[in-house]
């Protein structure tokens, strides 16, 4: 039977662990006024008939702080790129000199930055509740077990590791918004 609880704290582990993944990317293609190759990850282009991210027919690089450079690997795909990343959600003008691309990462107003903070905030707060959500269903599991025969202070003991599981992982969430947060309004 404590083959079960250790399957379902697994389970739950498993669900909080990609939540941070989740969580990871889903501020990776926030701004955070420095350039960050991968606010281009999204991009995604028509490569003779099929649909490929930028980073599969261009080299994408970043000189300095406030410069992404994308190099086509094929001079034709210039004109492609640029449409690309100007129909997409990065939100910069692409310069074109005929050899690169090069975007320049404007600096953040302050109204900009607030913003920034508060859609990364939703999106910790989104892995918070899918962190809660594994707590809750693995809990539930364990009380089911208890009615299949399960010793309630086993299950007791499951719930508090559980809720330990939940702890740690919203602590984590914490620290990973908090570098966010730090990353986005340092200047």
């Known amino acids: 039977m404590a083959v079960d609880i250790k399957e379902i704290e ?96 404007p600096p953040l107003t302050e109204e900009r930055r607030k913003l920034l903070v508060k859609q990364s905030k939703h999106e910790a707060e989104e892995a918070k509740i899918s962190v809660r959500n594994a707590r809750r269903d693995a809990i539930d599991a364990i009380k089911k077990s208890v009615k299949d025969g399960l010793p309630e202070d086993v299950a007791k003991d499951g719930e508090n590791e559980m809720q330990k599981l939940h702890d740690r992982y919203i602590k984590k969430i914490d620290e990973v918004f908090a570098a966010k947060e730090k990353e986005i309004l340092t200047v």
Do not use: C
Request: aromatic fraction near 4%.
């Open 10 to 105: 697994k389970k739950a582990e498993a669900k909080m662990a990609s939540s941070i993944e989740f969580l990871d990317e889903s501020l990776a293609h926030i701004r955070a006024g420095k350039a960050n190759p991968r606010i281009l990850d999204g991009i995604k282009l028509d490569y003779y008939g099929s649909l490929t991210p930028l980073s599969g027919v261009a080299s994408i690089s970043t000189p300095d702080a406030r410069t992404i450079i994308v190099q086509p690997w094929e001079k034709n795909m210039m004109r492609d790129i640029e449409k690309a990343i100007m129909d997409s959600d990065v939100g910069i003008t692409p310069d074109n000199n005929g050899e690169v691309i090069r975007l320049s990462i």
